[in-house]
């Protein structure tokens, strides 16, 4: 199955909410008058579409119908993917997968249980399938089984491996991965971190210190913070973006999950609040799973019957 396919099957559920919402709005509606707008309201929230963003389409609707250019359903589901088409654009955002650094030096961030190793895994994969040299850093030195599950996947891919004891400094296993890249001449370096510290203001620093440890080795670098969101978390996965972005920051977002979830609709205002691109989107727990993200063709499938 291609990216498209996946994509689509990992939106069934968003897209299926959504298209029972719409069928509600037209049960027994001949045309489109103001009254859609109220009813489409309900629709789009309950795809965690939020607030904003639903208010920003709503006005969208509302003056097309004033203006008496949606005559029937299909216009307005075509009006409804244009609008998410352009709320989805970031423009200029340079592809990760086309990073020219070598070592390229990505951290990868979230809160517990969201994706982390697992998206470390399949982003391997795909750097692996362009023949690049892939090392991975087992930062997340909280679990020993973090260690081992990053461990598997490095096998599986055909990545290098760099790792501490259980416990070890997260900082120290990134310095010395970082190193190890220079003198090895890997081209990606991804940094798995911990989810969970004892208290968040821990885990906070010490994503700071990793990247202020990182940078000794290499100036510029980390040169991309991936924070990964789960999408099954809807409107939560807002409030967990807004703690990172205030520190460490991230640079690329990726949303997991969409596979199992009706909130897929999270994503615009996501894009919509921190304007910094998604990357990639996770449809499932394999290594293929992983889907460039692409806004026409999200909105497309988003309203797909
Ligand atoms: N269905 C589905 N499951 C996923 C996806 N991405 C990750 N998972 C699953 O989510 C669970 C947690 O994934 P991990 O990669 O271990 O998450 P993590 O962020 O590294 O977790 P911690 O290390 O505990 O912080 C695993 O069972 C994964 O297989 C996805 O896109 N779809
Ligand atoms: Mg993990």
Redesign the pocket.
């Known amino acids: 199955m291609g990216f498209v396919g996946k994509l689509k099957k990992g939106l069934t559920r968003t897209s299926g909410r959504l298209s029972e919402g719409l069928g509600r709005v037209f049960l027994g509606r001949k045309e489109i008058d103001e009254g859609v707008a109220e009813e489409l309201e309900e629709v789009l929230i309950e795809a965690d579409i939020g607030v904003c963003a639903t208010n920003e389409i709503l006005e969208m609707i509302v003056d097309k119908v004033s203006r008496k250019e949606l005559q029937d359903r299909d216009s307005l589901i075509n009006a409804l993917k244009e609008k998410v088409r352009e709320m989805l654009m970031i423009p200029d955002s340079a592809s990760l997968m086309e990073s020219p650094e070598k070592p390229l030096v990505v951290l990868i961030i979230?809160?517990?249980?969201?994706?982390?190793?697992?998206?470390i895994g399949k982003l391997g994969s795909l750097f692996r399938a362009q023949g690049k040299k892939v090392l991975f850093s087992a930062a997340?030195t909280f679990?020993a089984a973090?260690i081992d599950?990053l461990g598997i996947w490095a096998e599986r891919i055909g990545a290098e491996l760099v790792q501490h004891k259980p416990g070890a400094d997260p900082s120290a296993v990134a310095f010395d991965s970082v190193q190890a890249a220079l003198k090895r001449g890997s081209d990606v370096v991804l940094i798995?971190t911990?989810?969970?510290l004892h208290t968040k203001d821990n885990l906070m620093a010490q994503l700071e210190k990793m990247k202020r440890v990182i940078a000794k080795v290499i100036p510029d670098a980390p040169h991309r913070v991936l924070l990964?969101l789960d999408g099954t978390n809807g409107q939560n996965a807002l409030s967990q973006a807004r703690e990172f972005m205030k520190s460490p920051g991230f640079t690329d977002l990726i949303i997991?999950?969409?596979?199992?979830t009706a909130r897929g609709g999270v994503i615009i205002p996501i894009i919509q609040e921190f304007h910094v691109p998604i990357g990639f989107v996770?449809?499932?727990?394999q290594e293929d799973?992983l889907i460039p993200f692409d806004a026409e063709e999200f909105a497309e499938l988003l309203f797909a019957d």
């Open positions: 979230g809160v517990n249980g969201v994706g982390k190793t697992t998206t997340d679990r973090a599950q798995d911990a989810g969970r990964i997991t999950k969409l596979d199992g996770g449809v499932g727990e799973d």
